[in-house]
């Protein structure tokens, strides 16, 4: 058994054990709405539950609520549990759907009817909203508040049949209209919604509230812990009232006891959105490829980018469980994915803008096979060969022409070690003759300079990497950054949409990699020497052409 997990939550749990509540048991769930792609904010929320109750023994469902059927799709439903599977959690046999109870929510609030506590009105969602009042005003109660128990039976059993019209009455709780906390001011438990369910078809055309149907399936389920974001937290009380209003023997499902709710702060993300319907927008107006677009912060789309179910679950634990919302720095997430990487991924030379260099001493037909180390950070790892011959590429900004005077790679007249193999000195630039740009390099190459050879000693200020012309396995490399340029898109004034980063995307359609690339299954994941970490895209890279995306770049190059 790992250690208990330190946090609020983990806490009251425990105070929960020690008195013995809930019989010892603890029942978390985890309730998407399939609205939309899971995202890294769920992915905390994920791991939280879970984590919970694995740390005391306990279980977790997966439940989709799914009570609002205009925006839902089974696309999201199959999604979301893909994501859950991959980030590493098991719901067992515990998969259930909130529209499985539709009936029972009915039946209760038949119940609640013949209690006294709901009743059917006929105000109009405007008139409503304009009843329930202010933070300093009390509400007005309605003229329907007081319709018979009757009345009320009858007119429910007709919305559920279908006898009237979209949005013409709803079904309210009678709580208090003159509760300081405007949710309970007779909120709204049902409404009258022609729309297609993806489960239930055209059963229905009532459909419960949120703030109705989710502490009961809670208790139906027999949810001890019921963890939700803060914004929730005004709405206790009605999660409290729902479950109090009828004894737990009037329940249509026989439940072993009450579930608790407990706020925590729901995480945001430096430079990215987070809600579904901002992440829908991106995806229906064409600013990104898909809900998987490597740059979305869904986990469909971290997983594209290459990220592991490790670094995501590290980094869920690292952000930690508190009571005050907060931003927290991207830089984080990306911390985690290097360190998870750093010990893990092969080492291999990729030239993401080539520039073509001759080494006109070195035999043209010759190919040395130089042995280089697989990871400087684990030997275990071993070492594989890499292809040397006359024509190499290096990188474009290793060579320049004029540089500045701290620039220690390649100049002309001056020399540079390449990687496992020799020092070579740049004899000659040669330049296109009409752009003026430099189309290649002719240099000369130190036989007695060889990596690892006797003679290897001899020291000059840059390395570089390289790969061999002949051997060069082409790809295109797909280079990201943040999705938006201000930190908190969320915050502008005006459209977020217009913080979308332009760069966000950079396409390298002609990098040249060393051929070990050519055994590597897609899905690999790779450290490109002084470049960054980077993954073969396993859905665009086909028998032939490989597409690689940049999970993160290294925050240092190992360049001296
Ligand atoms: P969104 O606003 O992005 O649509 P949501 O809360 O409506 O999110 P749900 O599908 O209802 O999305 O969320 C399922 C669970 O995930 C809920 O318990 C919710 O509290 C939690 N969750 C959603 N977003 C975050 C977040 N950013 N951080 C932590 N937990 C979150
Ligand atoms: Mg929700
Ligand atoms: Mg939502």
Not at 152 to 172: H, K, P, T, W, Y
Not at 485 to 507: A, R, T, W
């Amino acid at each position: 058994i790992s250690a208990l997990p330190v946090n609020f939550i983990q806490n009251i749990i425990s105070e929960d054990l020690k008195a013995g509540k809930n019989g010892g048991r603890v029942h978390t769930r985890f309730p998407p709405e399939p609205n939309g792609y899971l995202h890294i904010g769920h992915a905390k929320s994920i791991c939280l539950n879970f984590g919970l109750a694995a740390a005391n023994g306990g279980i977790t469902n997966l439940r989709f609520d799914d009570t609002n059927p205009s925006k839902e799709e089974l696309e999201y439903v199959e999604s979301i549990q893909e994501d859950v599977r991959w980030l590493g959690f098991d719901w067992e046999d515990r998969l259930f759907y909130a529209s499985d109870y539709f009936e029972d929510l009915y039946q209760y609030a038949i119940g609640l009817i013949k209690a006294g506590k709901a009743y059917v009105c006929d105000l109009s969602a405007q008139e409503i909203r304009d009843y329930r009042g202010t933070l300093t005003e009390a509400g007005k109660e309605s003229p329907y508040r007081n319709r018979s128990l009757e009345e009320n039976l009858e007119l429910f059993a007709r919305m559920r049949a279908g006898e009237f019209a979209d949005g013409s009455r709803v079904l309210r709780a009678r709580i208090d209209m003159a509760s300081p906390n405007l949710n309970m001011r007779d909120p709204v438990l049902y409404r009258i919604l022609r729309a297609t369910h993806h489960r239930s078809g055209d059963d229905w055309c009532i459909y419960p509230m949120y703030d109705y149907a989710h502490p009961l399936s809670d208790a139906f389920e027999n949810i001890t812990h019921s963890v939700c974001t803060l914004e929730f937290a005004d709405h206790r009380p009605l999660y409290d009232w729902v479950l109090d209003a009828l004894p737990l023997e009037a329940y249509p499902r026989k439940v072993e006891g009450r579930p608790q709710q407990i706020e925590f702060a729901r995480l945001n993300l430096s430079y990215t959105v987070m809600s579904k319907r901002k992440l829908r927008e991106l995806v229906e107006d064409g600013y990104v490829e898909g809900w998987d677009d490597p740059r979305m912060p869904t986990i469909s789309g971290l997983r594209r980018r290459g990220y592991t179910a490790e670094a995501i679950r590290d980094f869920c634990e690292r952000i930690g469980v508190a009571k005050r919302n907060s931003m927290v720095d991207i830089a984080l997430l990306e911390h985690c994915i290097r360190e998870d990487l750093n010990v893990r991924a092969p080492r291999i030379m990729a030239v993401l803008r080539p520039l073509r260099v001759i080494i006109d001493n070195y035999p043209a037909e010759q190919v040395e096979w130089l042995e280089t180390e697989n990871n400087q950070e684990n030997p275990a790892m071993g070492s594989r060969k890499i292809p040397f011959s006359r024509e190499i590429y290096i990188e474009q900004e290793d060579f320049m022409e004029d540089p500045p005077k701290k620039f220690f790679r390649l100049r002309p007249g001056g020399e540079i070690r390449l990687k496992s193999a020799y020092i070579i000195k740049c004899e000659e630039v040669i330049k296109d003759e009409k752009t003026g740009e430099i189309v290649e390099l002719h240099c000369s190459y130190d036989p007695d300079s060889r990596s690892g050879g006797p003679n290897s000693g001899r020291k000059v200020k840059g390395t570089s990497h390289w790969v061999s012309a002949a051997h060069a396995v082409p790809a295109e490399v797909r280079l990201y950054e943040q999705l938006f340029e201000h930190e908190n898109p969320d915050e502008i004034e005006g459209d977020y949409k217009e913080q979308f980063n332009p760069n966000s995307l950079v396409k390298l359609p002609a990098c040249m990699l060393e051929p070990s690339i050519r055994e590597a299954a897609p899905g690999s994941r790779f450290q490109f020497l002084r470049q960054g970490y980077f993954y073969i895209d396993p859905v665009d890279s086909k028998e032939g052409r490989l597409f690689i995306n940049r999970i993160v770049s290294l925050r240092d190059s190992w360049a001296k």
